[in-house]
């Protein structure tokens, strides 16, 4: 006998839907007529499972696939009316109705400040009439400006985020430079020291050599950093030094003057403040110290107590440099120089000396003599009796600062160089080459076996000259910007710069 057959079963479901709820049915019919059986897999697959729309009343039904395409078609799907939330909810296939008779119609205009509200009939009129319409082409295009405006602008911020980045990666990397130069000027004052050792020795070598034969040695100093003084707000543009108390004082674009303790704590004592400008130069006297600044009254501080005591208008343009001598105060401006004398706080008015002609930007005082540096001359006066008694004449434009020592005098010009006369012939020896910007301060050394002139310069370097020889033995270069003032104490060299710093340097 044979198995019984069953392919006379066939099996269909369908999921039926109304709006109460979903039910599930079951229909089994019986065909006598099926010859081939029919397996359970083969029923599986005719059994699809439809799923009935949720918001129809009707049988309408879908595969899960087709789902979601059918959804966003449905006629029964609840919409909301697009001219204003607050309309009742209402079904896709009302909508077309309700629009017509919608009363919350807005004017196409309205992000434009058109205020109309109301139905199809009344938007139709209203868009004849409406002051927006006739210009709807002009801002249709100001919209579309604006979109690229937008789009411009935003393209603009990714190049500024990505220049700022790259900005952040340049600092890093100048960091990292400015570390490696310090190694490199750390490494450099290693090998000044040890050269400095070995010339030492040579140098005792040379003394005995001196004891046989008679000879002469000029050895060679280095010159190292030793500190830094940090402080100000702006360029210094000028320094003098106080051997009672070894003070030192720097003057700046910050219109302030700081004072220093250059002995014990080598750091700032006081801030000395109240002037109208830049502070450019700066002169102590027995008592007072007069200060000058770039417009022209001059101030006039006690060093005791470090109080200003009196103001006094000097000059009708800015001073440009001053110095004391003979109980006196000399100040030099444009093509004039005035002399006060010195009566405790007071300064009165003695003599101008005139028949310069250009700013006198460079002063100083040696013995009975004023050297005077305006353009291309240098004029010595009799402290004595206040006349011209010699003119030297120089090249290299304006003559911004002057040195004296016992055998030479010693100018720096506008045009990098530095000149050198014998200070008994008056006679031109040398020019002295090497800087390769304006020559702003000149500073003296001297001992018994030598004079060195240090000379500091826009180039940001300062240089060390051998008066000997007459040569350049070293050059100084830690400062970031131009070296603008220089002044000496107790065999050390201050340099100020428009970097904001003062440096201290030594053997």
């Known amino acids: 006998m044979g198995t019984p057959r069953r392919s006379d079963s066939a099996i269909s479901v369908r999921s039926l839907h109304s709006e109460s709820n979903m039910s599930l049915r079951s229909t089994f019919s019986l065909h006598e007529e099926e010859e081939e059986p029919v397996g359970i897999g083969d029923c599986l697959e005719e059994q699809r499972e439809e799923v009935h729309c949720q918001k129809s009343s009707l049988a309408d039904s879908c595969t899960e696939l087709e789902q979601t395409d059918h959804e966003s078609s449905c006629d029964y799907r609840p919409v909301r009316c697009p001219n204003n939330p607050s309309c009742p909810p209402l079904l896709k296939m009302n909508l077309e109705a309700h629009l017509k008779e919608c009363e919350h119609i807005k004017c196409p205009h309205s992000k434009y400040g058109c205020t109309f509200i109301g139905n199809q009939d009344t938007y139709e009129t209203h868009l004849e009439t409406c002051k927006f319409e006739g210009l709807k082409e002009f801002l249709q295009q100001t919209d579309d400006r604006f979109h690229e405006m937008q789009v411009a602008m935003a393209q603009k911020d990714q190049e500024i985020a990505f220049l700022r980045s790259m900005l952040g990666k340049l600092s890093e990397k100048i960091d990292q430079l400015e570390k490696n130069l310090e190694l ?200 004595r009796n206040l006349e011209c008694v010699h003119v030297l004449q120089t090249s290299g434009g304006s003559v911004y600062s002057i040195a004296v020592t016992n055998h030479h005098i010693v100018c720096g010009t506008y045009e990098n160089l530095i000149h050198v006369w014998d200070i008994e012939t008056k006679e031109q020896v040398r020019t002295l080459t090497g800087h390769v910007g304006t020559v702003y301060a000149l500073a003296v050394i001297s001992t018994p076996d030598q004079t060195k002139v240090f000379s500091a310069s826009y180039d940001r370097s300062l240089r060390v000259w051998s008066m000997d020889n007459m040569i350049c033995t070293q050059t100084l270069l830690r400062h970031q910007g131009s070296v603008t003032a220089l002044a000496v104490s107790r065999g050390r060299l201050f340099s100020g710069a428009v970097d904001s710093t003062v440096k201290v340097w030594t053997c």
């Not at 290693?190 to 050599?209: G, I, V, Y």
């Not at 702006?234 to 219109?255: E, M, R, T």
């Not at 830049?278 to 109080?307: C, E, F, M, T, Y």
């Not at 105060?329 to 706080?345: C, E, H, N, Q, R």
């Open 184 to 383: 490199k000027f750390d490494v450099l004052d290693e090998n000044q020291s040890k050269l400095s050792e070995d010339l030492m020795e040579f140098r005792r070598d040379a003394s005995m050599l001196n004891v046989r034969m008679g000879l002469a040695y000029d050895p060679q100093q280095i010159f190292k950093c030793k500190g830094t003084f940090v402080g100000h707000q702006g360029p210094v543009w000028c320094l003098c030094v106080y051997s009672i108390g070894d003070l030192l004082f720097s003057g700046s674009s910050d219109k302030t003057i700081k004072v220093w303790d250059t002995c014990t704590t080598y750091k700032c004592q006081k801030t000395l403040e109240g002037h109208d400008g830049i502070v450019l130069l700066q002169h102590k006297g027995p008592a007072p110290a007069p200060h000058g600044h770039s417009s022209s009254p001059l101030q006039v501080w006690d060093i005791q107590n470090l109080q200003k005591v009196n103001t006094i208008r000097a000059h009708d343009n800015p001073v440009c440099t001053l110095v004391s001598s003979h109980n006196m105060l000399f100040s030099g401006s444009l093509k004039a120089i005035k002399v006060w004398d010195i009566v405790g706080t007071e300064l009165k008015l003695k003599k101008e000396l005139t028949g310069l002609n250009h700013w006198v930007r460079a002063l100083v005082a040696s013995q009975n003599y004023l050297y005077s540096g305006s353009y291309q001359t240098i004029k010595i006066w009799d402290i």
